[in-house]
C-alpha cells in the first residue's frame, strides 16, 4: 500500500513535469482549500471548485486545480472555458456526489464545457453515490421518466486528456462524451455493480478522435456506447464486464442522425458481460450508415452474445413495426475467441429493406460449454465474408441476391453455410 502510494505520487510528479515542460508558460497550482474547501463528506465544495477553477482557468500558463487528499462533497458544478492557457483538475481525492432530492435530477454533476486543452487526472475519484438512488430510476418502464444525473460531462473539449481517476456508482451515466474532439482517456477505471439501472460507463456522441486505452470497465449498463456521430473512435486494451459491452447504437431513432464512422476496437476483454460486440439499430427507424468498424483481437470469457448485429433492437416492447433505414456496412469481426454463455454466440440480425454489406468474419473461435449442444448462430440478410483459421465458410456475392447465412458452430470450428437465398 505505502508503495503503491509512493508510486502514485511520483509517477504523478512526473507525467505532471511531463505536462508542464510541454506547456506554453508558467505553471501555477490553486488548490482548493484556499478557496474555502472543507473536507468533512459533508459541506457543499462546489463553489469553492468554482472559484478555484475561475483563477485556473484565467491563468495563461498552465493552470491546476488541486483537489488534495481527503472526501469532499461536491453539489452540481459546471467547470466553463474558454481557458487562456491549459487547465489541469487534478483530483488526488475522493469527490461525493450529493443524494438530496433536489439535487439527483441535474442534467450532469461535474461538467466541463467549451475548454481546449483539458486534462483531468490525479489518482483520485468521483463517487456518485448512485446506490442510494438507483431505486428512483423507472425509465425501464415510463418513457418520461426523470433521468438522473450523469458523473462526469465533456463538451466541447478538445485536445483533452483524461487519465488515472476512478468512477464509483454513477446515478447514471460514468462519462458523456458529447460534441468533443480529440480526446484521450486511460487509465480509468469505472465501476458499479452489474444491476446497477444505466450506468454507461463511456458514452459518446457526436465526437471525433477518442482514444480509450488500458482502462477496467465494470459497470450495469453498456462498459462503452458509441452514439449518433462518432468517428475515428479507437479503443484498445480495455477490459469491460459485467455490463452490456461495446455497443454501437442504437441508432436510427432521431431526425437529422449523424453518421458512426470509423471504430477501432482492439485487443479487449469481456468478461461475465451481456454482450460483447453490439451494434443496434431500431426495427422502424431513421436513415443513417454505421461504416468501418473493426474488431479485433477481443477476449470474450462467459458472455451471453459475444458478437451480436440487431437491427430489430426494441428493449421496451411493443416496438413499431418494420425494417431498419441504417446501413451497416465495411465491419470486420477478426480474432474472437472464448466463451459464449448461450449457445447462439453469433448473431447478425440486418435489416432486409438494406442488408448488412461487407461483414467480414475471421478466425472466430467461440465455445459454448451449456446444455443444448455446440454454439451455433443466427443470420439475417447478411453479405460478406467468413473465413480463416479453422473456420469454414462459404461466401457468396450474387448481384442483388442476398444471400442469407446461417452459422453453425462446432466446439472449436465455424461452419457457414447457406441456407436459402432472397431475390431483392
Ligand atoms: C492522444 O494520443 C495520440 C496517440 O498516442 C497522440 O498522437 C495525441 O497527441 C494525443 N492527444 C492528446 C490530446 O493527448
Ligand atoms: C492487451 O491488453 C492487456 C490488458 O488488457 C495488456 O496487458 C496487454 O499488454 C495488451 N496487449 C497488447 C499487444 O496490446
Redesign the pocket.
Given at each position: 500500500m505505502g508503495l503503491q502510494v509512493t508510486f502514485t505520487r511520483i509517477f504523478l510528479l512526473i507525467i505532471l513535469f511531463v505536462w508542464i515542460r510541454d506547456a506554453q508558460g508558467q505553471v501555477k497550482v490553486f488548490n482548493v482549500m484556499s478557496y474555502g474547501a472543507v473536507a468533512n463528506g459533508r459541506f457543499d465544495n462546489s463553489k469553492a471548485l468554482g472559484r478555484a477553477w475561475n483563477e485556473a482557468c484565467r491563468w495563461k500558463g498552465t493552470g491546476v486545480v488541486r483537489i488534495p487528499r481527503g472526501t469532499y462533497m461536491v453539489h452540481p458544478v459546471k467547470f466553463q472555458g474558454p481557458c487562456s492557457g491549459r487547465t489541469i483538475f487534478l483530483n488526488q481525492g475522493v469527490v461525493l456526489a450529493p443524494t438530496d432530492p433536489a439535487l439527483i435530477h441535474a442534467d450532469n454533476w461535474i461538467a466541463f464545457q467549451e475548454i481546449d486543452g483539458l486534462r483531468v487526472s490525479g489518482g483520485g475519484s468521483f463517487h456518485g453515490q448512485g446506490e442510494k438512488v438507483w431505486h428512483l430510476n423507472d425509465c425501464h418502464k415510463n418513457d418520461n421518466c426523470k433521468l438522473l444525473s450523469t458523473s462526469l460531462s465533456f463538451k466541447h473539449v478538445t485536445?483533452?486528456?483524461i487519465d488515472h481517476i476512478t468512477s464509483i456508482n454513477s446515478k447514471m451515466f460514468h462519462f458523456n462524451i458529447y460534441d468533443n474532439q480529440?480526446?484521450?482517456i486511460s487509465r480509468v477505471t469505472i465501476s458499479a455493480p452489474a444491476e446497477s439501472p444505466n450506468t454507461d460507463g463511456i458514452h459518446i456522441g457526436r465526437s471525433n478522435d477518442i482514444?480509450i486505452t488500458r482502462s477496467v470497465i465494470r459497470t450495469g449498463d453498456d462498459c462503452i456506447s458509441l452514439k449518433q456521430g462518432s468517428r475515428g473512435i479507437y479503443i484498445r486494451n480495455v477490459q469491460c464486464g459485467p455490463g452490456h459491452g461495446i455497443s454501437v447504437g442504437s441508432l436510427g431513432n432521431q431526425e437529422e442522425e449523424e453518421e458512426v464512422r470509423g471504430l477501432t476496437v482492439r485487443n479487449c476483454t469481456f468478461r461475465g458481460s451481456d454482450n460483447g460486440l453490439r451494434i443496434k439499430t431500431w426495427a422502424a427507424s431513421t436513415s443513417n450508415i454505421a461504416s468501418d468498424l473493426t474488431f479485433k483481437d477481443i477476449v470474450v470469457e462467459n458472455v451471453r452474445n459475444p458478437i451480436i448485429v440487431d437491427q430489430q433492437y426494441c428493449p421496451h416492447p411493443p416496438c413499431d413495426e418494420g425494417e431498419s433505414k441504417v446501413q451497416i456496412k465495411n465491419v470486420k469481426f477478426r480474432n474472437i475467441r472464448g466463451t459464449s454463455s448461450t449457445k447462439v454466440a453469433v448473431s447478425l440480425i440486418c435489416s432486409r429493406r438494406i442488408p448488412c454489406s461487407n461483414i467480414d468474419l475471421h478466425n472466430i473461435d467461440l465455445v459454448y460449454d451449456g446444455q443444448g449442444g455446440p454454439a451455433t448462430s443466427s443470420c439475417r440478410h447478411v453479405n460478406g465474408v467468413a473465413s480463416g483459421g479453422e473456420v469454414v465458410g462459404v461466401v457468396k456475392h450474387l448481384p442483388r441476391v442476398y444471400v442469407l447465412y446461417e452459422y453453425v458452430l462446432n466446439r472449436r470450428s465455424l461452419h457457414a453455410r447457406t441456407t436459402s437465398a432472397q431475390i431483392h
Amino acid at each position: 500500500m505505502g508503495l503503491q502510494v509512493t508510486f502514485t505520487r511520483i509517477f504523478l510528479l512526473i507525467i505532471l513535469f511531463v505536462w508542464i515542460r510541454d506547456a506554453q508558460g508558467q505553471v501555477k497550482v490553486f488548490n482548493v482549500m484556499s478557496y474555502g474547501a472543507v473536507a468533512n463528506g459533508r459541506f457543499d465544495n462546489s463553489k469553492a471548485l468554482g472559484r478555484a477553477w475561475n483563477e485556473a482557468c484565467r491563468w495563461k500558463g498552465t493552470g491546476v486545480v488541486r483537489i488534495p487528499r481527503g472526501t469532499y462533497m461536491v453539489h452540481p458544478v459546471k467547470f466553463q472555458g474558454p481557458c487562456s492557457g491549459r487547465t489541469i483538475f487534478l483530483n488526488q481525492g475522493v469527490v461525493l456526489a450529493p443524494t438530496d432530492p433536489a439535487l439527483i435530477h441535474a442534467d450532469n454533476w461535474i461538467a466541463f464545457q467549451e475548454i481546449d486543452g483539458l486534462r483531468v487526472s490525479g489518482g483520485g475519484s468521483f463517487h456518485g453515490q448512485g446506490e442510494k438512488v438507483w431505486h428512483l430510476n423507472d425509465c425501464h418502464k415510463n418513457d418520461n421518466c426523470k433521468l438522473l444525473s450523469t458523473s462526469l460531462s465533456f463538451k466541447h473539449v478538445t485536445n483533452g486528456k483524461i487519465d488515472h481517476i476512478t468512477s464509483i456508482n454513477s446515478k447514471m451515466f460514468h462519462f458523456n462524451i458529447y460534441d468533443n474532439q480529440k480526446i484521450n482517456i486511460s487509465r480509468v477505471t469505472i465501476s458499479a455493480p452489474a444491476e446497477s439501472p444505466n450506468t454507461d460507463g463511456i458514452h459518446i456522441g457526436r465526437s471525433n478522435d477518442i482514444r480509450i486505452t488500458r482502462s477496467v470497465i465494470r459497470t450495469g449498463d453498456d462498459c462503452i456506447s458509441l452514439k449518433q456521430g462518432s468517428r475515428g473512435i479507437y479503443i484498445r486494451n480495455v477490459q469491460c464486464g459485467p455490463g452490456h459491452g461495446i455497443s454501437v447504437g442504437s441508432l436510427g431513432n432521431q431526425e437529422e442522425e449523424e453518421e458512426v464512422r470509423g471504430l477501432t476496437v482492439r485487443n479487449c476483454t469481456f468478461r461475465g458481460s451481456d454482450n460483447g460486440l453490439r451494434i443496434k439499430t431500431w426495427a422502424a427507424s431513421t436513415s443513417n450508415i454505421a461504416s468501418d468498424l473493426t474488431f479485433k483481437d477481443i477476449v470474450v470469457e462467459n458472455v451471453r452474445n459475444p458478437i451480436i448485429v440487431d437491427q430489430q433492437y426494441c428493449p421496451h416492447p411493443p416496438c413499431d413495426e418494420g425494417e431498419s433505414k441504417v446501413q451497416i456496412k465495411n465491419v470486420k469481426f477478426r480474432n474472437i475467441r472464448g466463451t459464449s454463455s448461450t449457445k447462439v454466440a453469433v448473431s447478425l440480425i440486418c435489416s432486409r429493406r438494406i442488408p448488412c454489406s461487407n461483414i467480414d468474419l475471421h478466425n472466430i473461435d467461440l465455445v459454448y460449454d451449456g446444455q443444448g449442444g455446440p454454439a451455433t448462430s443466427s443470420c439475417r440478410h447478411v453479405n460478406g465474408v467468413a473465413s480463416g483459421g479453422e473456420v469454414v465458410g462459404v461466401v457468396k456475392h450474387l448481384p442483388r441476391v442476398y444471400v442469407l447465412y446461417e452459422y453453425v458452430l462446432n466446439r472449436r470450428s465455424l461452419h457457414a453455410r447457406t441456407t436459402s437465398a432472397q431475390i431483392h
